[in-house]
């Protein structure tokens, strides 16, 4: 794990399942507009919170690109889940601010609920196809400005499902904490 303090907030880069953070208050899906179960991160979460949070999604939905709902967390070891419609990538446009408002939004969400630890995966770099060095570039941006406001949130972790999407991740904050 890779920790990087930006004021009194610990951004956390580290390689795992986001269905399995035990530590953390609130995770992050990387939704469909239906916040139904699906693949990557939605089918991970769904799996393990089981159908009761399908049930509380459906009057959410649907939600537009960058947009950001909180439900319980179910059978996940969370309070919380965030879910988030990251854009597809050159379809809903521009792609990188409403990347970014998947980010700001959640984290307002945490600071209105009062939540300490939050867990995001790399949304939309999957399914929605946003090249991953540009998106990691967006988020990591995205939660550093952030962060000098945030009066509640204390941890803000980055998920990463595999070993080649972690060293991105990791080469991009060096890059971004060299520069400020
Ligand atoms: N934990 C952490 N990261 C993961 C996990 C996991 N368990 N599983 C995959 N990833 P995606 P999107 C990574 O496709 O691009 C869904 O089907 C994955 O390698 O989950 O926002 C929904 O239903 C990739 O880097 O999200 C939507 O229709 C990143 O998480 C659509 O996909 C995001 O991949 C959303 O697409």
């Known amino acids: 794990m890779k920790i990087v ?3 009194d907030v610990s951004i956390e880069i580290t390689k795992g399942d986001i269905a399995n953070q035990p530590d953390i208050d609130a995770i ?3 939704a469909n507009a239906w916040l139904r179960t699906g693949g990557g991160v939605a089918g991970a979460i769904h799996r393990a919170a089981g159908v009761g949070l399908e049930e509380e999604c459906r009057p959410l ?5 960058g947009e950001a709902v909180i439900t319980g967390a179910h059978n996940l070891p969370n309070r919380f889940v965030i879910h988030c419609l990251g854009p597809v990538f050159g ?3 521009p792609s990188d601010k409403l990347l970014e408002e998947c980010y700001r939004n959640a984290l307002s969400i945490c600071e209105e609920k009062g939540i300490v630890s939050v867990a995001f995966p790399a949304i939309s770099t999957g399914a929605f196809g ?8 967006t988020a990591l941006k995205t939660v550093t400005e952030k962060a000098a406001g945030l009066e509640k949130v204390r941890i803000i972790r980055f998920v990463l499902f595999s070993e080649k999407d972690y060293k991105v991740f990791e080469k991009v904050t060096d890059e971004i904490t060299l520069q400020s």
Not at 61 to 65: E, G, N, Q, V, W
Not at 130 to 137: G, I, K, V
């Open 5 to 7: 303090d930006v004021n």
């Open 28 to 30: 992050v899906n990387a």
């Open 61 to 65: 939905a649907p939600i537009r690109p």
């Open 91 to 93: 379809t809903d446009k």
């Open 130 to 137: 946003y090249p991953l060095e540009d998106a990691t570039r």
